[in-house]
């Protein structure tokens, strides 16, 4: 089983709809988790950080359920500039007590006009 | 925000050769920078861990004498890859946490990626 684990998509979706990922971890151990973003042929940025209590930036909600290891994006609203591939990473303990960023393979969101 | 500059964006080698990438943080110090390799419409793939002024940490499968690891400074690391050979042709991104920041918490920021073709 993989340690992260996203739908691959595409979503392809018109604009002004509303779209959900999902991403699944395997570590109950895992202590922080965050939401990147990669546009085609470039390196990933930061979304946002995920919480416990869920959090809200704009259009973009996620949400993290420990009990279920189990995280969300939701975008509302959708974009054209939206489109991307979305990838969910999960900061993972290693056996010597460090820490290592999970990153899942993606989940590719096309809004078309 | 913070910027992590990576040299060069691509590249194209002959089989044999060995090929250099250099990963910069611009405005802020970073004593570990990470290596990653990613393949098309696949996961970033964690190298290995670059440690300012230590040995790096290398991920299990990652051989250490066919990608070097040098951090020399707190703003720059660079990544080897040695004898290159056409399934070494990958994208290889470098990232960067601020020394300051938490391991935990802290913001990743990566470099642009060196697409390496060996032909």
């Known amino acids: 089983r993989k340690e992260v684990e996203q739908d691959p998509g595409p979503f392809n979706v018109p604009e002004g709809a509303t779209v959900a990922f999902n991403c699944t971890y395997s570590n109950s151990a895992s202590q922080s988790f965050f939401w990147y973003r990669q546009d085609c042929r470039k390196e990933p940025k930061l979304l946002m950080s995920?919480?416990?209590s869920g959090n809200e930036d704009g259009r973009f909600t996620a949400q993290l359920n420990r009990a279920s290891q189990y995280i969300s994006l939701l975008i509302r609203d959708s974009k054209l500039s939206d489109s991307a591939t979305y990838l969910c990473v999960v900061n993972s303990p290693r056996m010597d007590s460090s820490y290592k960023l999970i990153f899942g393979s993606g989940t590719r969101l096309l809004v078309r006009p | 925000g913070a910027v992590v500059s990576q040299h060069p964006s691509r590249v194209i080698c002959k089989s044999g050769t060995s090929v250099k990438i250099e990963c910069r943080s611009l405005d802020f110090q970073a004593t570990t920078m990470f290596w990653y390799r990613q393949f098309p419409k696949k996961s970033l793939m964690l190298m290995a861990t670059s440690n300012e002024g230590s040995k790096a940490t290398y991920e299990q499968g990652v051989e250490k004498d066919k990608f070097l690891i040098n951090h020399a400074s707190l703003t720059l690391s660079t990544l080897t890859v040695t004898s290159a050979h056409p399934e070494d042709s990958s994208f290889y991104i470098c990232s960067a946490r601020d020394v300051r920041a938490g391991d935990l918490t802290g913001e990743l920021f990566f470099g642009e990626g060196s697409r390496l073709t060996v032909l």
């Open positions: 995920v919480y416990s």
